[in-house]
C-alpha cells in the first residue's frame, strides 16, 4: 500500500513528464512548421529564377530569330520587334509564375523615361569606362538639371572611381571620403564591372542612380548606336540640340 505523500510524488513527476512530452512535441512541431515553410520559400524562389532564366532565353531566342531573319540587318520590322514587342514578351507564363521582359529607354531628344516591353541595346548608351570628364559632366548637367560645377564634380568622382591613378596625378582624387565612411572601404581603381558599381561613388544616391541608368551602361567599346543612342546622350557628346532633334526624326 502506498501512502499519500507517495501518491502525491508520483502524480507531480508525471505531471511534469506529461509537461515534458508537451513542450518537446510542440517543439518538434514548430521546428517541423519552420522546415515546411522554408522548403516552400526555397521552392518558389526557385520557381521565380527558373522563370527569370525562361524570360532572358525568351529575348535571346527572339534576338537571333531575328538577327537571322533580317540577315542580321537592323531593319524597321526588326526594331519593332526587338524594342516595343508586348505580343512576345509580356505575360510569359513559366508553372505558376507570370515574367514580362522590360526595359527602361529614353526617348526624344529631352531623355524622356518610359518603360517598354522589349530590349535595350546597350550601345545605345553612354559607357562610363571610357567617358571622358567632360562628356559624363554634361550627362549630369542635362539628366539631373544640376549646375555645371556640381556634374563636373559627379564627373571627376566617376573617374576617380575607375581609373585612380592618373586622375590623383592632376589633383582630382577623394580617397579620404572613402576610408572616413561609417563602414570604410577602398577605391575600386579598375573599370567599372557592374552599372549597379555608381551607387559606391562619391556623391552618386539612388535617385541619381536610377535618373542616370537609363542612359548608361559599362559594356562596350565607348562607340555608340546611332540607331538608338538617346538623344541626351548625343547632346553629351557635345552635338547641338537641333542637330540631334534632325537625328531623332531621320531615324
Given at each position: 500500500?502506498?501512502t ?7 502524480l ?15 517543439s ?10 522554408l ?11 527558373g522563370?527569370?532564366?525562361a ?66 541595346d ?24 544640376i549646375?555645371?560645377?556640381e ?21 582630382f ?40 541608368r ?37 531615324r
Amino acid at each position: 500500500m502506498r501512502t499519500r505523500p507517495q501518491k502525491g510524488m508520483i502524480l507531480i513527476v508525471a505531471l511534469w513528464t506529461l509537461l515534458f512530452l508537451t513542450v518537446l512535441a510542440v517543439s518538434a512541431g514548430m521546428g517541423t512548421r519552420q522546415k515546411i515553410i522554408l522548403l516552400g520559400r526555397l521552392q518558389d524562389r526557385a520557381e521565380v529564377q527558373g522563370a527569370l532564366e525562361a524570360g532572358i532565353k525568351k529575348g535571346v531566342s527572339l534576338l537571333m530569330d531575328d538577327l537571322e531573319n533580317n540577315q542580321f540587318l537592323y531593319s524597321p520590322d526588326g526594331k519593332q520587334r526587338r524594342h516595343h514587342n508586348p505580343d512576345e514578351l509580356s505575360g510569359i507564363r513559366v508553372g505558376d509564375v507570370t515574367v514580362d521582359v522590360v526595359c527602361r529607354q529614353a526617348f526624344g531628344a529631352g531623355g524622356l523615361v518610359r518603360e517598354i516591353y522589349g530590349l535595350c541595346d546597350e550601345q545605345g548608351l553612354l559607357n562610363i569606362n571610357v567617358a571622358d570628364r567632360l562628356v559624363l559632366a554634361r550627362l549630369m548637367a542635362l539628366v539631373l538639371g544640376i549646375r555645371d560645377d556640381e556634374a563636373q564634380d559627379l564627373a571627376d568622382n566617376i573617374v576617380d572611381w575607375r581609373d585612380y591613378g592618373k586622375r590623383q596625378q592632376e589633383g582630382f582624387f577623394s580617397d579620404e571620403y572613402y576610408s572616413q565612411l561609417e563602414h570604410p572601404y577602398e577605391m575600386k581603381e579598375t573599370p567599372f564591372e557592374r552599372i549597379d558599381e555608381l551607387l559606391l561613388v562619391k556623391g552618386i544616391t539612388k535617385g541619381i542612380y536610377d535618373a542616370l541608368r537609363p542612359f548608361v551602361t559599362v559594356w562596350g567599346d565607348g562607340r555608340v548606336n546611332i540607331n538608338t543612342v538617346p538623344g541626351v546622350v548625343l547632346q553629351a557628346f557635345g552635338l547641338d540640340p537641333e542637330v540631334v532633334e534632325k537625328i531623332l526624326r531621320a531615324r
